[in-house]
């Protein structure tokens, strides 16, 4: 959420897929955390499953977000 809110205010499309692309990759960060976190008996299975699929969710809907702003840029 900091990244996108970081590069919204960059005010320039490139500077915002920039940020957007870190936020993307903090989804995948945090998939792997859950991993850990599952190992180590912090959260139940369900838990994991549950989080971890919004994390992708999250990272495909960065994603989209990404392709649009770069097919406005080519326009």
Known sequence: MHNIAEGFDSETNNEFVRFLRYAKRSCSEVQSELYM???QRHITKA???DVY???GRTRAA???FINYLLAYEKD
Do not use: L, M, N
């Open 37 to 39: 976190a599952v190992d």
């Open 47 to 49: 838990e994991f499953r």
């Open 53 to 55: 699929d919004h994390a």
């Open 62 to 64: 960065i994603r989209g």
